[in-house]
């Protein structure tokens, strides 16, 4: 299906220039963007995924990692194929570098299915995540647009990599991102992402500043890359002076995979290493993953520092907040979205097929 895209216009030598993302791809007809999905076809820009997907899993919503949004609850996630950025080391290569586009794109779900299927599975929400969901943003924002009216939430897991006049429409469609901040260097990102830090650092101020979208960071230390304790103590200020102490930031492991399988995984004690910067330097939810790390997990009060949420892995062990979200002990609220009681959904990933739900 080629979808009219919507962020595009027309340069005076007959090229498409596209303005979803800072890439800016300016298209003869018959090319694609770097991105692999958008499209000149016969001069018009089209998004060549949208109805189509990888697939479809219900998972928890801690593995978006979501950490303060509604925690316990299960999130219907999917995703398309191709990216905006091309990570070296991507966890997701199969499917964000895909070439061969209809072998990859192997399932379909129209916005009436997809949001059937959150609804008949008890998903409380929508997730759009796996690749970036920002080069499907016409497909993302009319799924989200038809899940509020469902009364489901939905998410955004995201590089955040994309141009202000795009992100407006787009975040205004979420109720909460992940932002992946994959370092701190713009040589980081020139080298190993194929992309700049800055259009990255905009999209973070702009959710904070200028919208109501819950937010939580997520970076990915690779050993010897973006690791050292000068990175990490700098990403960490700029986060306290620009998006405020509050915001929740986990620091991640990386597995070889793709073009960095010479590098070895992200040892534990790195990840400890970066959460001990990052409190030192002042921020109150600093989080590990991709570990087994039952303190890196647990979210404590900002005020008193009183363990108010265990986890182990994704699973809720422990729930104090009160009714209200707030530290029972102290009284402080708690940064974030909270129901009264925790979800009870745990670690499960249970793979969907929308066919049983086709409109």
């Known amino acids: 299906m080629l979808y009219p895209a919507r962020y595009a216009r027309s340069l005076a030598d007959g090229r498409l220039e596209c303005v979803l993302c800072p890439r800016r791809c300016k298209l003869r007809p018959g090319q694609h963007g770097a991105c692999l999905v958008r499209a000149n076809v016969e ?12 697939g479809f899993c219900l998972d928890p919503i801690e593995k978006k990692p979501l950490n303060h949004f509604y925690p316990g609850t299960a999130v219907l996630s999917f995703g398309t194929a191709g990216c905006n950025l091309a990570c070296k080391y991507c966890q997701n290569w199969s499917i964000s570098a895909a070439k061969a586009l209809d072998e990859t794109i192997n399932d379909e779900g129209t916005p009436e299915a997809i949001v059937a299927a959150a609804q008949a599975t008890g998903a409380a929400g929508i997730a759009f995540t796996y690749n970036d969901p920002i080069i499907f943003a016409e497909y993302a924002i009319d799924c989200a647009h038809m899940a509020h ?5 939905t998410v955004a897991v995201t590089n955040g990599y994309i ?36 259009p990255v650092l905009d999209t973070l101020r702009y ?18 890359l973006n690791d050292s304790d000068e990175e990490i103590e700098a990403l960490s200020r700029w986060i306290l002076k620009e998006l405020g102490a509050t915001v929740p930031l986990h620091f991640t492991a990386f597995h070889p995979d793709f073009k960095l399988l010479h590098l070895p995984p992200t040892p534990a004690s790195t990840l400890r290493r970066a959460r001990a910067i990052a409190q030192r330097v002042g921020l109150k939810h600093v989080y590990t993953g991709n570990v087994y790390d039952p303190e890196g997990s647990t979210t404590y009060c900002a005020q008193c520092r009183a363990a108010l949420i265990e986890r182990e892995i994704y699973a809720i062990r422990a729930y104090r907040l009160t009714a209200d979200g707030a530290c029972p002990h102290c009284g402080h609220p708690m940064d974030g979205r909270f129901a009264a009681r925790a979800g009870t959904f745990g670690n499960r990933r249970i793979p969907i097929r929308l066919s049983a739900f086709a409109a």
């Open 207 to 224: 959710l904070v500043h200028e919208t109501s979208v819950w937010l939580e960071i997520t970076t990915l230390l690779i050993p010897t």
């Open 149 to 153: 009216r469902a009364g489901l939430y």
């Open 43 to 54: 001069g018009q820009m089209v998004l060549t995924t949208y109805g189509r997907s990888t």
């Open 163 to 198: 141009e202000p006049e795009a992100r407006k429409e787009f975040f205004a469609a979420m109720d909460a991102a992940n932002v992946d901040l994959k370092g701190f260097s713009e040589t980081f990102y020139q080298k190993y992402c194929g992309g700049h830090l800055q």
